[in-house]
């Protein structure tokens, strides 16, 4: 995969380095950002990086466009406003699992199924990292954090199928590690219009990875390369087999009509 | 200029149309549902949007959000949506959003009386975030008041780059009053300024002499950065002390400091009275009532009625109370606005209050049976 | 950007790098050795293939282009 130079241009090089610990994956999804949005060459002021709250709530910080970095899962209820206001502007939502599944889980529901054009990249590190590794909807069942020292004793969330059903355009979901699949499917949300989502499950070597002994930013990566398949490897599995691994890949790609169209045309008459 | 018949509801959505807001935001509630219903039609008429959000969380975001996009503004709702809108209305505190906020009280803590008036939720409309900042609340009292104070807020909301709360009650949205709609070009309506300069050099939270910053819009040439995090004047976060204190101390003194500008008190009835009522809202019409027959029976007597509740106009009622020696608060609730009278009034006043917290509005009878008996 | 096997395109600038070790490791020509304080070192730039992986995968923005933005 070629890299679009220009891509540096969307980062606000002065903000860094990042308060993001080493071997974090928060950096590698923000450069996917970046990346795509050199190649569809999307000028500055056309473009917002909404952000939530937490370790990813600091991405606006590093990019050189318009950022917006709101109360915790409130992100996608302050974009309708901006979104409905500012058409033109593409809205990239930059959030948690946290920001995503927990006290946002409303928010995203309802922004999928109003089909607002918001791309969101919910960076997924399995627990909420910022204070302190505790588990998270999104955090698998088993898994140890700081308030489940013997194993999560609740099924996780899975994010990306709850936006498909909620009616959002475009969904996916891959990892830190898969780089290719990762920048294609972000610059496929953002070609999108309507809603779309890319869940990209991202290392927290600090946190989850060192309670459920995976080990630092490598063997995280590691990790992701083998305990995740392509979604239609994951199908074929048994049910017993699908356990130990998670699935990666797109949900959905459909074209229904946006929120503004949907509202306009019943405003006509 | 118009004459209409309209309630309180509408007046105040047909007044900030007229202010030239945009946008609205809300989630269904009594009292103010038909102010919401007006809105979905009428929004789209001006060129507007109407979104119904899944809460009063995401109704106040979508709002914030819809000015931070370069339009004015607004929700509306009631105690039970007002306490979800807490947690946005500080951040747009904290980022400096211009917006409105109609909260028409109603009865009670939690669920209270959905259909029935109060007025307890003037602490909370001051102090219902966490943090120090200041907030500007007014207080119609009429279907008139409606009109005017909420363009007024529209005005105050760009002028001091703040929310701005406006009170009314469930009584007041649903009073139905012929009131003066002036033609829009007899509207003077304030629109926040345009950044100058350079683009590269623009400072969003760079505050101008009076500590008001110059906000830019999502999708403007000048680059926004917009946290509720403390921030420099860049935009960008810092957790640095003196930035935080420079903040915070600006963030109160920008509206603390020109309360002078707000919509000040109404005084009614005799010059320098002895017993003077203080009263506000929907109350403050049985308090001019009651007053009135007080003047007839030979008291002397006056009425303070508060047009901005918060900052609370201490220089304004001392002034107009001066020669009295006997005030009355008269309020729907269990004396929140009679402990700032009492905080800001010397010695030597006697500060009584005729309070109601029972789901009924105060009645003249009662106003005129109070003042006689601190006589 | 054209694609030059047997060069190693990049640059990485030591402000940025956080040492995590993630170019290290995961080099599929293994190019880089990690120096005594992790930090990565570019010994066999003629392996380079020009897949880009380390580009991409570092978090850092530390990894950059050898040409002017």
Redesign the interface.
């Known amino acids: 995969m070629d890299i679009p130079v220009r891509y540096g241009d969307y980062i606000d090089w002065d903000q860094l380095p990042h308060l993001w610990c080493p071997g974090c994956g928060n950096g590698i999804a923000l450069k996917g950002v970046a990346l795509a949005l050199a190649e569809l060459n999307i000028p500055l002021h056309k473009l917002l990086l909404a952000t939530g709250i937490g370790c990813s709530g600091r991405a606006g910080n590093y990019v050189s466009f318009h950022s917006f970095d709101g109360t915790h899962g409130r992100t996608l209820a302050f974009c309708t406003g901006i979104n409905v206001t500012q058409p033109d502007l593409k809205i990239i939502a930059f959030l948690g699992d946290g920001d995503c599944g927990a006290i946002g889980g409303n928010h995203l529901l309802h922004a999928a199924r109003r089909n607002l054009n918001i791309t969101v990249i919910e960076i997924n590190n399995f627990n909420y990292a910022m204070t302190g590794g505790q588990f998270s909807p999104t955090t698998p069942l088993s898994s140890i954090t700081s308030t489940s020292r013997k194993g999560k004793a609740e099924y996780a969330m899975d994010t990306a199928s709850l936006v498909a059903e909620a009616g959002a355009n475009y969904v996916a979901s891959t990892t830190v590690y898969h780089t290719s699949q990762l920048n294609n499917f972000i610059k496929e949300a953002l070609l999108t219009r309507g809603f779309s989502f890319v869940e990209v499950m991202s290392s927290c070597p600090t946190y989850y990875g060192r309670y459920n002994h995976i080990g630092d930013g490598p063997e995280m990566m590691k990790w992701f390369k083998e305990k995740t398949l392509p979604r239609d490897k994951y199908e074929k599995l048994s049910l017993e087999e699908k356990q130990n691994y998670i699935e990666r890949g797109k949900l959905v790609q459909r074209n229904r009509e946006d929120f503004l169209t949907t509202y306009k045309k019943r405003r006509k008459k | 200029m118009k004459k209409m018949f309209l309630d309180g509801n509408v007046a105040v959505a047909l007044g900030s149309i007229r202010a030239g807001a ?2 609205f ?1 809300g989630y269904p509630i009594s009292p103010v549902s038909e102010l919401a219903e007006f809105c979905s039609h009428e929004m ?1 008429k001006a060129g507007g ?1 109407y ?1 119904q ?3 009063e ?3 106040i ?11 004015k ?1 607004f929700t509306a709702t009631s105690g039970p949506g007002f306490s979800l809108m807490q ?2 209305i500080g ?1 747009a505190s904290m980022a400096e959003v211009p917006c409105v906020i109609i909260n028409g009280q109603r009865f009670g803590l939690s669920t209270g009386v959905a259909t029935k008036p109060g007025q307890s939720d003037i602490m909370q409309a001051r102090w219902g975030r966490h943090g120090d900042q200041s907030i500007i609340a007014l207080t119609p009292a009429s279907v008139q008041e409606c009109f005017d104070l909420t363009l007024e807020a529209f005005n105050l909301a760009e002028r001091f780059s703040s929310p701005v709360i406006v009170l009314t009650d469930a009584t007041l949205a649903h009073l139905k009053e012929r009131i003066r709609v002036p033609d829009p070009a007899e509207i003077k309506t304030v629109k926040r300024k345009e950044p100058q300069g350079p683009p590269e050099e623009y400072k969003p939270y760079q505050p101008d002499e009076r500590g008001i910053p110059l906000l830019s ?5 000048y ?7 403390v921030h420099t004047e860049k ?3 810092s957790s640095d002390p003196g930035v935080c204190a420079s903040l915070i101390d600006r963030l109160e003194r920008k509206i603390y400091d020109y309360q002078e500008e707000l919509p000040p008190p109404r005084y009614y009835g005799e010059e320098k009275a002895e017993t003077v009522l203080i009263s506000f809202g929907i109350s403050a019409r049985a308090a001019r009532e009651g007053m009135r027959r007080a003047l007839l029976e030979g008291i002397s007597s006056g009425l303070i009625q508060l047009q901005t509740v918060w900052p609370f106009p201490e220089g304004a009622i001392r002034r107009l109370s001066s020669h009295a020696s006997k005030v009355i608060v008269v309020e729907m609730n269990r004396g929140q606005v009679t402990r700032e009278v009492e905080r800001i009034l010397p010695e030597g006043v006697e500060v009584n209050s005729l309070l109601r917290a029972d789901s009924e509005v105060i009645y003249p009878r009662e106003v005129l049976e109070k003042i006689k008996e601190v006589q | 950007m054209e694609k030059k096997k047997g060069k190693f395109p990049f640059i990485i600038e030591e402000r940025l790098c956080k040492k995590c070790g993630i170019c290290v490791s995961h080099c599929p020509a293994k190019v880089f050795t990690a120096g005594p304080g992790n930090e990565p070192r570019v010994t066999n730039p003629r392996k380079c293939t020009g897949c880009n992986l380390c580009f991409f995968r570092c978090p850092d923005f530390a990894i950059q282009l050898e040409v002017s933005p």
């Open positions: 945009r946008f935001a789209p949007i979104v959000m899944e809460d969380i995401a109704a975001a979508a709002v914030i959000g819809a000015s931070l996009g370069g339009k503004a947690e946005n951040f819009y999502f999708g403007s040439e680059i926004l950065k917009v946290t509720g995090l935009g960008n976060v």
